[in-house]
Every structure is written in structure tokens, then in C-alpha cells.
């Protein structure tokens, strides 16, 4: 029955629905859309199973102030609520960057942090769509109460539900600081930034003179400073390989990532690594192709893939279980551990570790890098996080000796001692405080000085060290290797390890929380 006064409550609601999802105005969503960008609201439709957004907070307005009085605000510059992923619940906040530039405000940020205490206390993840000028000017010291409040919660919820950061435009100060609290920070290709003060303000402060691209583009985060987990194309692309990380992980600490079923055999034969490996220590090989030849369906997801490109990490499925992979290199700088590696390591395995992802450690490693800038930037201190990192990490931990592992970075690549409950190595494989040259020069110089023939004297103590040290028999046979196995058989052996693992439980001392050297 038609009733006039409930009909204008109703087109009331739709007005103003209508006028907070035009955001800044359709002008300012066309200028996002020629830069390229998706809107705030079609990154969410984009981001979740189609009809799925609830969204909430919608009318917040701002909370006023003397320079806020004349400006309007619709929606907040943010867009927040919740919805699922391939039906798993997810809250998501969406920055509006056609309102004030997507701004952070008293309520903008008041929006954000009520989704990120629901997703808390529900045990969901958050997902940040970040397109941000930072914090709003015209708030003052509100604007900065409101950052608090969210660092605050990315600090208080990290390691309780997965947080995930997508930056998808050009996001300054504290819209910077809040996604590198977070687990996983994505960046577009070309139409994102990321950096604590612009170009402008670094002219000014130090005269020098760079682009956004050079300052904070997804390259150079991606690549030099290592803050970008992954970059996609454009939004559709970085929103999609959101889709693919949570694959990996589970809703929250309490949780197991979640099975993914294959047709892949577990008892797949892998003798195409006999091919790949070489068995000659100076010979780079593919250790990417070697994860792909192990993992299921043959797909590894790989996360800083530029950054430290002397060890690989990423998630793949081994029998349908989720892992996560942490591998030295060959093909860079021969696979040694420097300052970069160890701090991409060992971030890594934490996040794995408090998202019970199991870890699987690929040793091909002759040491940590030696040279004076690596020493003085604090190697030590670096590479410290990585052993700690290991011991602490409570998850299965599986290792696979592929080929060298020598020295500190043997052990630092989770060893028997370090934590490991399975260690594996292949036929190739050989471990040993160094290489066999390097350890006859040391050991038997005073042999090699006096010898009348120096050279053949060195040649037959390396062979001496070689026949002692250069296999996986002698630490195989004092049980820091438990099994040494044939090159096709690695998948198989890695999946029953892991199926033997999945109930693992291991407590520790108490303690309010370990102090990882930072
Ligand atoms: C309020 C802002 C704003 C801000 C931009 N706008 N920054 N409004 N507060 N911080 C508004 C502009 O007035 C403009 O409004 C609209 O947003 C788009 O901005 P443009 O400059 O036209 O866009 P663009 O050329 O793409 O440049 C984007 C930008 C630049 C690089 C982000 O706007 C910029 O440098 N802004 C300032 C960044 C910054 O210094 N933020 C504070 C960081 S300190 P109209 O109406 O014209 O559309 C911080 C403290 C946190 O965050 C503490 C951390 C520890």
C-alpha cells in the first residue's frame, strides 16, 4: 500500500546513499580513471565475490574543526564494510582518494579501526585498499589521533589475523607507516607511490630532485628498499594476487591454512631435477625450476621476487598443503646470505610461523657474503634475525640439502640444531664448514709452505678434505641428515614429511615476547 511519508523516508535513504557513493564527484572518479586507477568502490567489487559487501559506517561525516567547517566529505574518503573472498569472510576498507584525497581524518580513521576490531574479535583478515595523501591537513592533530589509533591496531592485531595492504595510488606519511605494519604490502605498477615525504618537500629539505616514480614507485620498492611484497600491472591485476595470498593463509592464528585438493600425484616422480642440479658446486642452476619441479600443479607464488634475489621465498601447495618456501639462490651472488637475504628470510618465516604455514628450507649456501660494507652495515645484526627467526618458528619446518651448505649460513638455513624436525639432502649435497679449497689452505698451510711441490701438495689436501667433508655422509651418519634420498623421490618424501608434521604441536618457556635482534 502506498504510504507517502514512508515513500519519502525511502527516497530520503537513496539520496543520500546516492550522493556518499558519488564520493568526490564524477569529474574526480574520470581523473582517476585516466590515471589508470579503478574508484574505491569498484576496487572493492573487483576484490570480492560479487555481492557480497556489506558495507558499514556509511554516512560518517567528518567530526568538524575550524578549517573543516565548509567542507563536505561524503563518505569519509573511505569506504569500509565486509565480504568474502571465494566465500571466506574478509573486511576490507577502501581510501577514496576523490574525497580529499583520500585523506585520514578523526572519523576516516574511526571507520578503519571499527572494521579492523570487528575482523579482530571475528577472526577474519583485513585488507587495506591504500590510496591515501595521508594524513588531512586540515584536522590537525586529530588527523595524526586517528593514524594512532590504526598504528596502534596493526601493531595489537599482527600476528592474530593476516593484514594485507594493497597500495593502489599515491600514498604518503602515515598511509605508508600503517601498511609496512602490516604482513603484505602490494603495489600497481606505474600508478602507485609510496614514500614518507613527496618530491616536493624532499626539494625544499635537501634540493635534490626526483620523480614519484623514482622516489616511491612500485620498482623501486619492489627492487632497492624491499618494503613491496608484490606488484601487479594495474589495480585488477594487484587485487587479483590478493585473492591468490590469502589461498595461503588461514583466517586468523587460531586457524590452519586452508587444503587445497590436486590432481598432482603426490608420488609424482621428480627425476627432472637430476637435470637441473649440477652436481659441480661453481655451476648456478635454477632453484625457481626446482620448486616448480617439487610443488604441486608445478606453481610457485613467489613474494619479493625482486629484492634480494639471492634466496626465493613464496608459498606453493605440496599435496595440497600450503607451504612456505624458503630457498637459496645459485643463480645471484651464489645463493650467499647478505644483509637483504637474511632481513627477506626472516620476515618471512615469521610470517609464516604465526600464521601456521609450515616451512620448507631449499640449502644451497656457501656462507654468509664477506666484505667490509656488509660488516659495517651490520651483517651480524642481520643476519641474527634469520637464526632467530628459524629457532623461534614453531610450525613444521622441513629441510632439503640440495647441494653446498657451509659454515653459519648451513646452520642459519635451518639445520638439525636450528629447529629443523626433518632434514633431508640429496646426493649432491655436501656440508662442511667451508668449501674443501678453502679449508685445505687454512688447515694445511704450514703442509702446503713446506711441500716441494706446493701445488700437488694443495691438490691432494683439498682431495683429503673432500673425501672427508664434501658429501652428506658425514653428517648423515652423525644424524644432522636424516635421510639421503634419490632425486625423483623428493616430492613424495617432502609430502609424507609434511602429512607426518601437520599435527605437530611444540611449546616453549614462557616468556611476554622473545626480543628478536631488529
Ligand atoms: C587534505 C589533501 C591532502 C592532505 C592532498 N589533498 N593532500 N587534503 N590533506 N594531506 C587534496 C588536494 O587539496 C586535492 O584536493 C586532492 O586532495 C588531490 O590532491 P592533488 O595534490 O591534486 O593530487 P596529486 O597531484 O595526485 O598529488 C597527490 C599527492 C599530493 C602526492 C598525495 O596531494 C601531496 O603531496 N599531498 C600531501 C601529502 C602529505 O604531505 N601528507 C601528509 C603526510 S604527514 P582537490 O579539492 O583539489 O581535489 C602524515 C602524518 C602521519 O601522514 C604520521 C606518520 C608517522
Redesign the pocket.
Known amino acids: 500500500m502506498y504510504n507517502p511519508e514512508l515513500e519519502a523516508l525511502i527516497a530520503e535513504l537513496e539520496k543520500r546513499r546516492q550522493k556518499v557513493e558519488l564520493g568526490?564527484g564524477k569529474e574526480?572518479q574520470q581523473k582517476q580513471h585516466q590515471q589508470g586507477k579503478l574508484t574505491a568502490r569498484e576496487r572493492i567489487e573487483e576484490l570480492l565475490d560479487a555481492g557480497s559487501f556489506m558495507e558499514l559506517s556509511t554516512f560518517a561525516e567528518h567530526v568538524g574543526g575550524i578549517l573543516m567547517r565548509e567542507i563536505e566529505a561524503p563518505g569519509e574518503g573511505v569506504v569500509t564494510g565486509v565480504g568474502t573472498i571465494h566465500g571466506r569472510r574478509v573486511y576490507v576498507f577502501s581510501q577514496d582518494?576523490t574525497v580529499?584525497?583520500g585523506?585520514l581524518g578523526k572519523r576516516n580513521a574511526q571507520k578503519i579501526t571499527k572494521i579492523m576490531d570487528l575482523a579482530a574479535k571475528t577472526g577474519c583478515p583485513v585488507i587495506g585498499l591504500n590510496d591515501s595523501?595521508?594524513?588531512?591537513?586540515?584536522e590537525g592533530v586529530d588527523s595524526?589521533s586517528g593514524?594512532g589509533e590504526i598504528f596502534y591496531r596493526n601493531a595489537i592485531y599482527s600476528g592474530c589475523v593476516p593484514q594485507i595492504s594493497a597500495i593502489l595510488g599515491?600514498c604518503?606519511?602515515?598511509?605508508v607507516?600503517s601498511p609496512a605494519m602490516t604482513d603484505f604490502v602490494l603495489m600497481t605498477e606505474g600508478s602507485s607511490y609510496m614514500f614518507i615525504?613527496?618530491p616536493?618537500?624532499i626539494k625544499s629539505v635537501t634540493r635534490e630532485h626526483v620523480s614519484f616514480e623514482d622516489l616511491g614507485g612500485a620498482e623501486v620498492h619492489m627492487k632497492k628498499s624491499g618494503v613491496a611484497h608484490l606488484s601487479g600491472k594495474n589495480d585488477k591485476d594487484t587485487l587479483g594476487m590478493i585473492k591468490t595470498l590469502l589461498e595461503y593463509l588461514p583466517q586468523n592464528a587460531k586457524e590452519k591454512p586452508p587444503f587445497k585438493a590436486t590432481k598432482d600425484p603426490s608420488n609424482r616422480g621428480t627425476e627432472k631435477l637430476t637435470e637441473i642440479i649440477d652436481p659441480s658446486p661453481k655451476k648456478p642452476y635454477s632453484m625457481v625450476e626446482v620448486i616448480r619441479e617439487i610443488v604441486d600443479d608445478h606453481f610457485f607464488f613467489e613474494v619479493q621476487p625482486d629484492f634480494a634475489r639471492n634466496i626465493l621465498t613464496g608459498f606453493a601447495h605440496l599435496g595440497g598443503q600450503p607451504v612456505g618456501i624458503v630457498a637459496n639462490n645459485p643463480k645471484f651472488m651464489a645463493g650467499t646470505l647478505n644483509i637483504d637475504a637474511s632481513d627477506k628470510a626472516a620476515r618471512f618465516i615469521r610470517t609464516c610461523d604465526c600464521f601456521n604455514v609450515p616451512i620448507l628450507t631449499l640449502v644451497d649456501v656457501t656462507g654468509f657474503l664477506p666484505g667490509v660494507q656488509q660488516e659495517h652495515a651490520g651483517i651480524i645484526r642481520h643476519g641474527a634475525k634469520m637464526l632467530y627467526a628459524y629457532a623461534e618458528a614453531s610450525v613444521p619446518k622441513i629441510t632439503l640439502i640440495t647441494r653446498k651448505a657451509y659454515g653459519g649460513a648451513y646452520l642459519a638455513m635451518n639445520s638439525r640444531d636450528m629447529g629443523a624436525d626433518l632434514v633431508f639432502a640429496l646426493p649432491t649435497a655436501a656440508v662442511a664448514v667451508m668449501g674443501a679449497e678453502g679449508a685445505a689452505n687454512i688447515v694445511y698451510r704450514k703442509d702446503i709452505q713446506q711441500s716441494p711441490n706446493p701445488e700437488a701438495t694443495r691438490a691432494e689436501k683439498i682431495k683429503t678434505y673432500k673425501e672427508a667433508f664434501d658429501n652428506p655422509y658425514v653428517a648423515a651418519a652423525r644424524g644432522y641428515i636424516d635421510d639421503v634420498i634419490m632425486m625423483e623421490d623428493t616430492r613424495r618424501v617432502l609430502i609424507e614429511g609434511f602429512t607426518m608434521l601437520a599435527n605437530k604441536e611444540e611449546s616453549r618457556p614462557f616468556k611476554k615476547h622473545g626480543n628478536i635482534p631488529l
Open positions: 568526490g574526480r582518494f580529499l584525497g585523506s595523501a595521508g594524513a588531512r591537513i586540515q595524526l593514524y599515491p604518503a606519511g602515515g598511509a607507516y615525504t613527496g616536493e618537500v
